[in-house]
């Protein structure tokens, strides 16, 4: 009782802050949660194309498109998907989407120059994975520390000649504890933190990259470190709920537009190392090494080294998102150019989890994050 009156109260707040124009807003009710219509949400951030054949909605302007099924957990913003807070739902003539997710996901992707106490980045804190007799996943070739440092390194380079300080939580193989790594980002003002990792599962390959859970949310990577895959409390971080998702997407976008890998989403969860930091924060699985193709491929130096000069170019991105006008997801644009997607949004995220059930979960990195 006590948590659902708290996840009202995160709701109620999230409407008076995100539908900051109440009037434009008409909030249904449906099992106990707050949604508004996808004809709502085209009205309201100006899209004049506004479609639903079948069961996929379809909200178009010039610049800029948002794709949904009801019954699934997705959303495509500009092509990027996204995995939604709660399941999209279809009520009679109409498509609802969650409260949560307009201001938790829409708001902050169509306008990041909205966001609240957003700062001008210094500082970039980046977080190579395990470390030292931790190795995170390994194929043949190589193991999952060695080349998140190396990934790790090339960012640095590129965000120092964009004129950013750059930390790092280690630079050299040594082990850092998750603590320790959080501990570190937090000395930094006007910093973001990056965490770079590769996943491994049979049959799974792309890059998913990871923000924090919303409080009231449940993660939906269900095998890794968390205290319990259900818990839904507000951890510290969530005090940066935009700014997560926004450099989250900014990244994740980036390194799909320059590396063409598969999108296996924009997701969240409660690792450790953004459970409790203080800063903007995410996590990037870059690849599988366990994939024959995807793990030759991030094998070579030159993969690498794309993969580093993405992440930086993302958190460059992020920061013209946040700091200035720029028009609205400029840095999910990049994707709209490129060949549609392989897997189709009628994919739920169930059918996804019960046909591979490791390929969601980072499983060989369990409680390393
Ligand atoms: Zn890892």
Known sequence: MRLLNFVFVVVATAVAA???N???????HHEKRDYVTFANVAQFYQFPEYTRVSRTVSLRSEHRGIRAQAGTSELYINGVRFFTDF?????GAD????????????????????????????????????????????????????????????????????????????S????????????????FPHAVFVSIHFNSASGGSGVESYALAPAGVVSNAAAESHASPTEVQPCAGN?????????????????????GAFDRGVRHARFHVLRNINIPATLIEC??????????????????????????????????????????????????????HAHSITEPLEAQLN????????ASNNGSH
């Open 18 to 20: 995100t539908l900051a």
């Open 22 to 28: 109440a009037g434009e807003w008409t909030v249904l």
């Open 87 to 91: 399941p999209i739902v279809s009520e």
């Open 95 to 170: 498509d609802l989407i969650s409260v949560m997710d307009v201001s938790k996901l829409i708001e902050p992707i169509l306008r990041p120059s909205r966001i609240a106490n957003t700062q001008k980045i210094e500082t970039v804190v980046l977080d190579p994975g395990h470390g030292g007799t931790d190795q995170g996943t390994m194929n043949g070739r190589g193991t999952e520390k060695d080349y998140a440092l190396d990934v790790a390194m090339t960012a640095r380079e590129q965000l120092l000649r964009a004129g950013l300080k750059v930390e790092m939580t280690r």
């Open 172 to 187: 050299s193989d040594v082990g850092v504890s998750l603590e320790d790594r959080v501990q570190f980002a937090n000395r």
């Open 239 to 259: 005090a940066h709920d935009p700014h997560n998702i926004a450099l989250t997407a900014a990244i994740h976008a980036t390194v799909l537009s320059q590396l």
């Open 287 to 340: 690849g599988f090494l366990s994939d024959p193709v995807e793990g030759q491929r991030i094998a070579t130096v030159q993969y690498r080294q794309r993969l580093g000069q993405a992440i930086a170019k993302g958190i460059e991105n992020y920061n013209a998102a946040v700091n200035y006008r720029t028009g609205g997801a400029s840095f999910a644009v990049a994707r709209t150019n490129l060949p549609p």
């Open 355 to 362: 046909a591979a059930p490791a390929n969601d979960a980072a």
